[in-house]
């Protein structure tokens, strides 16, 4: 196998942590909403777990990524 055809397998493959950040994150807001709509006194004192849950996820697609970029111009 061509030592470049790997690279671009591996950082392909590394890509997949920005699937998981996007159901992540679509899952953190999606409860939120919910609980949000149910409990609307409550959801002020939600939305700082809220931006802490965002920022964690964010981050590990954001290290998927750095993956990529780092196999294939590394």
């Known amino acids: 196998m061509d030592p470049q055809a790997a690279k671009f397998i591996g950082a392909g493959l590394a890509c997949f942590a920005l699937i998981g950040a996007g159901i992540g994150i679509g899952n953190i807001f ?15 004192s939600q939305f700082t777990n ?3 849950g965002f920022a964690l996820a964010e981050a590990t697609g954001l290290f998927g990524l ?3 970029l780092i196999i294939l111009y590394g």
């Open 30 to 44: 999606g409860s939120y909403l919910a609980g949000a709509l149910r409990n609307p006194s409550a959801a002020p």
């Open 50 to 52: 809220l931006l802490i």
């Open 66 to 68: 750095l993956i990529a």
